[in-house]
């Protein structure tokens, strides 16, 4: 007896190649309902992902839509370098909001030279969007990230002050993802939601990504500070009684330099990194995000402004 | 080393508020030792700044502050396990009833509805909406969990009325054979580790039921469909139509009718990510080439025998998500099913399912939350199956014209459960 529906998962099939399939289904979707799409590269790893999905989806077409870099100002030089060679080499069009220019505007307050401008990012990218009627912003972000992307769907609508209300979510029935939007309201659209740490590495692993070499072991000046291993340089500067060590480290998110941690760490390779964290004990954001360590909500609060 | 490619279960919870599922999950995550050192400190710092104990497991997966704050959970939660033989993508959902929505969002797109249930307090109403609306979206196969049994000291009768209640109506609404287990999430007896406080049940643990689940398994019952979401313009001036393939896989060389238009043709080549396949299993976002020249576009559907139907007039069941009411003269609507986005009209409310008796009354309109059956008429020829053949083309959303807010379920067809007792 065939009593009731499918199995919503197909039996069989690779789960990367889901995960893929899935994603590529998103990206099309999108850019077949909204208007003027825009996909978010910050130059991390999942953006990495995010942009040769993009470009697989519409291949041998190229990119339906630009790249936007929101630009804190404060960045690893490696992944600056990696930004400009993985757009070029899609000959995507890629735009650049600075963080530095709502400073200068005074759209937001200068924190000080050496403070984090993460939270600072929400105010740049709703103008960014708001200034090229963007109706739909792709990102990287994974629902197992953060509890309160946990929370999030797919296709995350945003009101006309760029804000995510989780109380009032739309509902989001099987794949049939709904971006349409009233002028000035925008959907966020994150391909990559059912995707863990582990399955970004595997699938880095497989396609053979190119990434910021700083995803990789190598040693660098760090000095330990709120338990975290900070890389000393233009942004990091040794306090009082902290003491620069050379320590082999690599990165495993990128972001604001001011505050994102590195991990100490041997793996040089692709199946290095896959078999490190597939042993992990602590969380991505946990190991390596200042911000979110402070506050229980701050990932919600920060997302309830505007941010990725 | 790389992870061993492993089979996918994609799991829904169910049930009434306060019956335990987010302690559950929380139980599950904690006792497999997959919840991260930092999340299961940040909960604990959570449970002793909100004065609810050491460890408040629901916490696990109650993440927005207004959860936390009113101990409810609001909106699906996702979560991934990787166990020794499954992949676990697990939606833990709401169970008041304003947040039907939610649970409705969670629940379709899951294979298996992990369903708690208080033992000291029975099936309630909210657990049989909650049931009736997951055998609509077709979840077939149910784990049981008889949660709180330590609050009626590990009683087997108590657990039999519960799993006798169940049971019942399981088999009205056409589901799998019931798993059932006596559980304290509380106190993780029966989820992860055995418990010796039921010496009289020899069934699996929450775990070992997850992990020995068949819901992936499934008869076909309709042939290949691919809605082509867009197309992709080949060197030399060929085309190739990209979409999600459901129903059956799609091969190289197979007989399909391009519809609504009925043109006849077959696969010419199959590509993947810009590699060519002869085969194209079910999920995969694939772009084929056809024989002949077609002037197929979004919207459209290849698919081969037995075909869906062509129509415009549409029987179905509706779960109602919108702030005011779904009335024959209400708010102008548009249909999203599959590719495909037409305006739509109600021609018709046919019936109000209760779901404490199953039985289908009149009804003028459908209040939120409510669920019931419609004839709708779409501007656009759809092509359908009916929901228990495809869920792809057999389920539609209702969109709200002037909000672009989703206001509805679809799914093609009558649930039998409901006909049955008109
Ligand atoms: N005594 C007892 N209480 C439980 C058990 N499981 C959950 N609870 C409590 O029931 C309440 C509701 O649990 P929660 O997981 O939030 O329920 P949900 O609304 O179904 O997600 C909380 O106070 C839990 O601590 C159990 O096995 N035994
Ligand atoms: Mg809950």
Sequence with gaps: MTALAPPATAPGLDHLDALESHALFILREVVAECERPVLLFSGGKDSAVLLHLAAKAFAPQGLP???LHVDTGHNFPEVLDFRDRAAARLGA???????QDSIDRGRVADPGALASRNRLQSVTLLDAIAEHGFDAAFGGARRDEDKARAKERVLSFRDEFGQWDPRRQRPELWRLYQGRVNPGEHVRAFPLSDWTELDVWQYVARERLDLPSIYFAHERPVVRRDGMWLAVGEFVQPRDAERVEVREVRFRTVGDATGTGAVLSGARTLEEVVAE?????????GATRGDDRFSETSMEDRKREGYF | MPVATKDVLRLATVGSVDDGKSTLIGRLLVDTRLVADDHLDAVAAASERRGVGDLDLSFVTDGLRAEREQGITIDVAYRYATTPTRKLVIADCPG???YTRNMATGSSTADLALVAVDVAAGLKEQTRRHLVIAALLGVRALVVAVNKMDTVEWSRTAYERVVAEVGALAAVLGAAPVVAVPVSALYGDNVVERSARAPWYEGPTVLEALEASDAGAWERSCGARLPVQWVLRQPGGGRTYAGLVSGEALRVGDAVTLLPAGVETSIRSIRYGGRALDEAAVGIAADVELDDETDAGRGDLIATAPLPRVTRELEATVCWFGDEPLELTGRRLRLKHTSRTTPVRVRAIEGLLDVGSLEVADAEALATNEIGFVRLATAEPLVVDDYREDRVT???????????????AGMVGRPPFATARR
């Design chain 2, 96 to 98: 008041h009833v304003q």
């Design chain 1, 277 to 285: 964290v597939a042993a992990a004990t602590v969380s991505e954001r």
């Design chain 1, 65 to 67: 839509f630009p790249v």
């Design chain 2, 394 to 408: 057999g389920g539609f959303v209702l969109v709200d014209e002037a909000s672009h807010a989703t206001v509805a």
């Design chain 1, 93 to 99: 069009r890629l735009l650049v909001a600075r963080v």
